[in-house]
Structure formats: C-alpha cells, structure tokens
C-alpha cells in the first residue's frame, strides 16, 4: 500500500534508517522544518496520510509537536506515530509511551527493533485515514452541491460514555480492563466466546471492541476477520491485548484491520487513553456518515430507486479525477443501460417499468465495494464509479453484474421479467482526462455492447497509460 508520509525531523542518524527503511518499502516521505508550525504545513507540502515523529527531537520534542497537530481543527484526524531509536529502558518506555498518548498519538514504537510491527502499523492507519477521507470527500461534495459553507469540524469531543465489549478469558486481564474502563465512566459488555462477540457486534452499537489475542480454545484473528467482513460492524474499531512473544500474530491482526493493540501488563491510563482516542474516531466518522447520509436524502438521490443523481455524480466524478495525478491511483467507470426497457414498459406498464429499475439498482449495490459510487445517470442508464480498481478488476465486477441480472427475472406482481444489461468500461490514471472524458469512453464501450449483441461487457481501453 502506498502513501504519503511526514517525516520529522529527518536529518538525524535514526531517523535517516528509518527514511531508508521506508523508501524501500515505497512510501512517499515528505519533510517540513521542524520549526515551522503545524498550523503553516498545507502551505509548503501536501497533506500527509500519516506523520511520524522522534520522540527525542529537540524543539520542540515529538510529544510537544504532537500536541500543536492534535491542536489544528484541520489536521487533527492525521494519524501521527510517535518513534524512538533510543535504547530506553523498559521504565522510561512505558512513560513515553503515556506521554505519547496523553498527546493524541495513535502508538509509540521502538524501531529498527519492530520494523515489521512499525510497517503493519502504518498500512493500519493509512487504512483508517482513507475511510475518513473517502467521506470527507463525499461531505465536500455535498457542500458544493448545496452551495453551502462546509465549516463544521465534527461532533463535540465530549460524545458520552462509550460502549465497549470485551472478548477475554475470565482467568485473563478481564476483570482489570472492566474496572479500568467502568471508572472512566463506559459501559463494558464481556462477551464469553468468539461466536457471542460477533452476534454482539452486529447486534450492538458498540464504539469499541477489545480482544486478548490468548483466547483459550478460540481464534481471535478469525474473530478480528469476521467483524471486518460483517456489514453492521465493518467499521467497528478493534484493539488486541498482545503479549510480548505475540508480534507475528500483532502483525497479522493489523493487516486483518485491527486498529490499534495493548501490550500485557497494561497500564491503565493507556487503556483509557487509546480507548477514548478510538470512541472519538469512530463517532467523527459517524457524524460524517450521518451527515452526508442526511444531506444525500435531501437533495442529492435519485427518487425512484435511491441511487445518487446526475448532479452528484458528475461532482463526485470531477472531484476524483482531480485527484489522480496526486494520488497515483487507477479509476475505473461502469456505463450501465437495461437493455430493450421500452418493451418493458409497452408490454407491462410504466409501473413495472418503474419496478425493474429499482431492482436492478438494488442489484447493483450489492455487486459493488464499500468504496464505490452508483448513480442514476438518466432514463435507464446507470454509471458506477470505482476508486483505486483497475481495468481488470472492474471488468470482473461488470462480468458478474451482467450474468446476475440475466440470471433472475424480476417479479412484478404475478409477472416475471426477464431483464438483461450490457456494459461499458473506462479506466484512467487522469492524465489529460476530465469526468467528461471518461464518461464518453465508458459510454463508447456501452455502444459496442450493444451494437455487438446485448447483454454484455466491452472495455473501451484507450485512457489507460503505463504509471510513470
């Protein structure tokens, strides 16, 4: 996975082995003087997707400089993990690691000693923040479609008492995180085995879930996998109660989507600190959903069969394509036409006609990734929008989509109709290409489909370049 990172300072021999570690890894770094005030940074550099700083750096220091970010109403969800390349003792680390916290930073590490836990770690994180910014992205939309001042920077940090559930063992540490998370006023749900946990997740509007990786006679990384693949608790956060022989395991659960880990025996205040600092990530997040979920409902859907609209669409599509050239990536466009629906609506009435694009709206929701975009683009054309999915991915997901729709007639009423759609497919890197661009190429595609037959897929390959 690649992303943008933030290196301060990094001119220091430590941090000078970990620029190299990171370059080999692929990652961008970007670098600002350590003088300069966090406040000033989207003047001279782009924004980061995780910054990392040196505990031990002098004014300020990586605990001080962690406080100005978290202070920056417009940098303060930046993931930011604070580092040291010193050999501190056990007792010295477990403080800073406090201090880290208590400054707003989602981990403090140790490297090169964990590079391989620093590395799953950051492609954790960076996971976290895209999610953020793909609804961000959709908020800023919104406001532009609305002709409306974007200004409000979340819920109040104060939200209320969190719900937690809890998956340990009762011989575990569950009694001591239960009394350490009650008495900073939460409600914690002990759940008995890994089967519970996940009926409890989906059941329950948790704002945190907390697992010990040493379940006896169960497989928590299977549990962490499930929550992830559940749709009610797909964005529920995940912290694992580790030990110290368990990096192999740590490193696999982050690359599951855990979010965050607790070596045993733990300190109280960093249970509680990465416990508050997770609630306020997640119900950030939710205050985006909801909004945007609001504000979609108002103005910005298709009446018939709840899809986005024409004008939201060609926002959306304008904003990613922009975004291109930034961010490296590939994005893919689906021109989606029910095929003959004229005879639908000759043959049975517009109110069956009306039934068959709702259907088949609802069909293509269910084929897409979390972090695609339907639209209704007119009439019975429909277009989906898929961020970071090259040719061959979209052109497998059109595949699917087709023989899906051909696969099971509609029913409306006591009639069964049969419904076929074909399908053009772009893809671009955005080099020279506006939305407008790929939409015609999309659209290019979809008339080769039909002039070949109907009821299939053509790619219209002529905006995919070779990435420089």
Same mark, same amino acid.
């Given at each position: 996975m690649s992303a943008r990172i933030l290196l301060i300072p990094h001119d220091t021999a430590g941090f000078r082995h970990l620029a190299a570690a990171l370059t080999t890894e692929y990652y961008d770094l970007v670098t600002v003087a350590c003088s300069d005030e966090p406040i000033e940074w989207p003047k001279t550099c782009p924004v980061p997707d995780l910054i990392i700083l040196d505990a031990m750096a002098a004014d300020p220091d990586g605990f001080t400089l962690c406080r100005r970010i978290k202070s920056c109403s417009h940098l303060r969800h930046l993931p930011v993990l604070i580092v040291t390349t010193a050999a501190d003792t056990e007792?010295?680390?477990?403080?800073?690691?406090?201090?880290?916290?208590?400054?707003?930073?989602?981990?403090?590490?140790?490297?090169?000693?964990?590079?391989?836990?620093?590395?799953?770690?950051?492609?954790?994180?960076?996971?976290?923040?895209r999610t953020l910014?793909?609804?961000?992205?959709?908020?800023?939309?919104?406001?532009?479609?609305?002709?409306?001042?974007?200004?409000?920077?979340?819920?109040?940090?104060?939200?209320?008492?969190?719900?937690?559930?809890?998956?340990?063992?009762?011989?575990?540490?569950?009694?001591?995180?239960?009394?350490?998370?009650?008495?900073?006023?939460?409600?914690?749900?002990?759940?008995?085995?890994?089967?519970?946990?996940?009926?409890?997740?989906?059941?329950?509007d948790c704002d945190v879930a907390?697992?010990?990786?040493?379940?006896?006679d169960d497989d928590p990384l299977l549990l962490c996998s499930q929550i992830r693949l559940a749709l009610p608790s797909r964005q529920?956060?995940?912290?694992?109660?580790?030990?110290?022989?368990?990096?192999?395991?740590?490193?696999?659960?982050?690359?599951?989507?855990?979010d965050d880990y607790l070596l045993r025996p733990f300190d109280s205040a960093q249970l509680v600190a990465r416990t508050r600092t997770h609630v306020r990530r997640k119900r950030y997040q939710q205050w985006l959903r909801s909004n945007f +979920?609001? #504000?979609?409902?108002?103005? *910005?859907?298709?009446?018939?069969? /709840? !899809? $986005?609209?024409?004008?939201?669409?060609?926002?959306?599509?304008?904003?990613?394509?922009?975004?291109?050239?930034?961010?490296?990536?590939?994005?893919?466009?689906?021109?989606?036409?029910?095929?003959?629906?004229?005879?639908?609506?000759?043959?049975?009435?517009?109110?069956?006609?009306?039934?068959?694009?709702?259907v088949v709206a609802q069909r293509i929701l269910h084929h897409l990734r979390a972090a695609d975009l339907a639209a209704r683009y007119g009439g019975e054309e429909f277009v989906v929008i898929m961020p970071e999915c090259p040719l061959d991915i979209a052109l497998a997901i059109?595949?699917?989509?087709?023989?899906?729709?051909?696969?099971?007639?509609?029913?409306?009423?006591?009639?069964?109709?049969?419904?076929?759609?074909?399908?053009?497919?772009?893809?671009?890197?955005?080099? +020279?290409? #506006?939305?407008?661009?790929? *939409?015609?190429?999309?659209?290019? /595609? !979809? $008339?080769?489909?039909?002039?070949s037959g109907r009821n299939r897929v053509v790619a219209n390959t002529l905006l995919v370049k070779e990435h420089a």
């Open positions: 007792e010295t680390r477990a403080l800073n690691r406090g201090r880290g916290f208590e400054a707003g930073a989602e981990d403090y590490l140790v490297t090169p000693a964990h590079d391989r836990i620093l590395f799953a770690r950051i492609r954790s994180l960076v996971r976290l923040k910014d793909e609804w961000k992205l959709r908020e800023e939309t919104t406001d532009l479609l609305m002709d409306r001042d974007g200004g409000d920077c979340g819920p109040a940090e104060d939200g209320g008492p969190a719900k937690i559930l809890l998956v340990d063992n009762p011989t575990g540490h569950a009694n001591e995180i239960y009394d350490a998370l009650s008495a900073d006023g939460n409600t914690v749900i002990v759940a008995p085995s890994c089967r519970t946990a996940l009926i409890w997740a989906s059941e329950i907390i697992i010990n990786i040493s379940l006896i529920l956060p995940i912290l694992l109660m580790i030990g110290d022989s368990d990096d192999q395991r740590l490193t696999k659960g982050l690359d599951l989507g855990v +979920s609001t #504000n979609v409902r108002l103005a *910005l859907t298709d009446g018939l069969t /709840g !899809l $986005y609209n024409r004008g939201y669409l060609d926002r959306h599509l304008a904003t990613m394509v922009r975004r291109l050239p930034l961010d490296g990536a590939i994005l893919s466009v689906l021109m989606i036409d029910i095929d003959h629906f004229k005879a639908v609506n000759d043959s049975h009435g517009h109110l069956a006609g009306d039934n068959v694009l709702r059109a595949d699917r989509l087709c023989r899906t729709i051909a696969e099971a007639p509609v029913t409306c009423g006591n009639l069964l109709v049969t419904v076929t759609i074909s399908i053009g497919v772009a893809s671009t890197n955005g080099t +020279s290409v #506006n939305g407008e661009t790929l *939409l015609r190429a999309a659209d290019d /595609g !979809l $008339y080769r489909a039909k002039r």
